[in-house]
C-alpha cells in the first residue's frame, strides 16, 4: 500500500523546470535542425530604395527615378539579406519576458510528461518525433510572428 502511495505522490512531484531549462530545449531542437532566423530591416530598405531614387530623379528626371528606385531596390534587399543568427542565440539572448511567454507555450505542450529534471526532458522531447514537431512548430510560429524574422534551416 505505501509503495503505491509513494509512486502516486512522486507521479506529482514533477521537478519544476526553469526557464532556462525550456530556452536550452527549444535551442536543442533548433540546433539539431540547424535554424537560423534573420530579423528583416524592412524599414532600412526602404530608406535606401527612396534615397537612391530620389538622387537618380535629381540626376536623369523621371527616368532617373526609375532607374533609381530599381539600383535602390537591389541595393537595399542586398545590405540587409544575410543577417542571419542561430536561433539558440537569439532564444538565450530574448528578454526575460518572452522567455517567459515561450516557456508558458512549451510548458502546455510538454506537461503530460513526466520526468525528474531538464535532461530528462529533453531526452524524452529529442526521442519523441511528435513532440518536436510540436515544438518546432511552436518555435517557427514564434520566431516569425513575434520576432518578425526570417527562418532559414542550413543544411
Given at each position: 500500500m505505501w509503495a503505491a502511495v509513494f509512486q502516486t505522490q512522486t507521479r506529482f512531484n514533477k521537478m519544476p523546470i526553469m526557464v532556462d531549462d525550456v530556452m536550452?530545449?527549444?535551442?536543442?531542437?533548433?540546433?539539431?535542425?540547424?535554424?537560423?532566423?534573420?530579423?528583416?530591416?524592412?524599414?532600412?530598405?526602404?530608406?535606401?530604395?527612396?534615397?537612391?531614387?530620389?538622387?537618380?530623379?535629381?540626376?536623369?528626371?523621371?527616368?532617373?527615378?526609375?532607374?533609381?528606385?530599381?539600383?535602390?531596390?537591389?541595393?537595399?534587399?542586398?545590405?540587409?539579406?544575410?543577417?542571419?543568427?542561430?536561433?539558440?542565440?537569439?532564444?538565450?539572448?530574448?528578454?526575460?519576458?518572452?522567455?517567459?511567454?515561450?516557456f508558458n507555450e512549451v510548458t502546455a505542450i510538454v506537461r503530460h510528461l513526466e520526468w525528474t529534471d531538464a535532461v530528462q526532458l529533453t531526452t524524452l522531447v529529442m526521442g519523441s518525433e511528435a513532440l518536436k514537431q510540436q515544438l518546432l512548430a511552436l518555435l517557427v510560429n514564434y520566431v516569425t510572428k513575434e520576432l518578425r524574422a526570417e527562418v532559414r534551416y542550413d543544411d
Open positions: 536550452r530545449l527549444l535551442g536543442s531542437i533548433a540546433e539539431e535542425r540547424k535554424m537560423k532566423a534573420a530579423v528583416k530591416h524592412s524599414g532600412k530598405g526602404a530608406l535606401i530604395t527612396g534615397a537612391v531614387a530620389f538622387i537618380g530623379g535629381l540626376v536623369g528626371g523621371p527616368p532617373g527615378i526609375a532607374a533609381g528606385g530599381a539600383v535602390g531596390g537591389l541595393l537595399g534587399a542586398w545590405m540587409t539579406s544575410g543577417q542571419f543568427k542561430p536561433i539558440p542565440q537569439i532564444i538565450m539572448e530574448l528578454p526575460p519576458a518572452e522567455q517567459q511567454k515561450l
